[in-house]
């Protein structure tokens, strides 16, 4: 959709691990700061929507999505209300979306 | 001569009826069957993910020379639970209206399971965690216990 800037979670690593750098190279904080918040960033002054593909991923960590996802309200200041609108997440597969759920929780319940 | 031809067909259509009946009820007690299967394939998987959550979260090694043990651990638990992820998928025709209980469980078991310090450098072992685990997963399993109930009228 020409109105989405799409992002596949797998194209940073298909085993995402970690909070910080500590944790590894494909952790939740590096994946925030190098794609997930830049991409937000584009989206609002081109006014559209990402949309972040969890396809093609082996696994997640709880960490990770926390880290990722929960921190764009807690360190990148995105209000919730915000994300809601110009954020998509795409689990691509049925046995994805327990994920899909997960990083929408963490969003919620970001402070 | 035609009351012989009557009984025959009579018999005959009685003996295609009662074959009918009979498929019709052997298909929906392999359906109640599969389901139930389903059900216990997932109860076992729960079991695993009981075990390793005690061995990740109550961890008893030293951190450094147990570096390694407990990163297996760790991925073995992460492993563990995304094979879960397919029953979740699943569970919609099995659970019914439990269905959004169970996803609501399911989340939360992955989140307590696989949050917090897992796989980070500063992880410490958590009795709470683990606590919390515990207690999502005995849910779990009373949530599946009474949808069994509810398919076979029995435990």
Not at chain 1, 38 to 50: E, F, G, N, T, Y
Not at chain 1, 52 to 74: H, I, Q, T, Y
Not at chain 2, 99 to 121: I, N
Request: glycine share 8%; with cysteine; proline share 3%.
């Amino acid at each position: 959709m020409e109105d989405e800037i799409m992002i596949s979670v797998a194209d940073f690593s298909k085993y995402p691990s970690g909070r910080d750098a500590q944790d590894g190279s494909f952790n939740g904080e590096k994946y925030r700061t190098t794609v997930l918040e830049p991409a937000l960033q584009r989206a609002i002054s081109d006014k559209k929507i990402v949309c972040v593909s969890l396809k093609g991923v082996m696994s997640f960590g709880s960490s990770f999505l926390e880290e990722a996802f929960g921190g764009l309200v807690r360190k990148e200041g995105f209000t919730k209300e915000q994300l809601k609108d110009i954020l998509r997440i795409d689990p691509g597969k049925p046995n994805l979306t327990r994920y899909q759920k997960t990083i929408w929780t963490y969003i919620q319940n970001a402070k | 001569m035609m009351d012989g031809i009557h009984l025959y067909l009579s018999a005959g259509v009685a003996v295609l009826l009662g074959a009918l009946v009979a498929s019709v009820f052997t298909a929906y007690f392999n359906h109640l069957s599969t389901k139930n299967e389903n059900i216990n394939e997932y109860l076992k998987d729960l079991g695993e993910i009981e075990k390793l959550c005690r061995n990740y979260w109550l961890f008893e090694g030293p951190m450094d020379e147990g570096a390694s043990q407990l990163g297996n651990l760790g991925h073995e638990l992460r492993a563990k639970l995304d094979a879960t992820a397919s029953f979740e998928s699943l569970s919609k025709s099995i659970l019914g209206e439990r269905y959004d209980q169970f996803t609501e469980l399911d989340v939360k078991l992955f989140m307590a399971a696989t949050g917090g310090t897992f796989q980070t450098q500063s992880f410490l072992p958590s009795p709470e965690v683990y606590g919390e685990v515990m207690q999502i997963i005995t849910e779990i399993r009373a949530l599946l216990r009474q949808q069994r109930i509810s398919l076979f009228w029995a435990r």
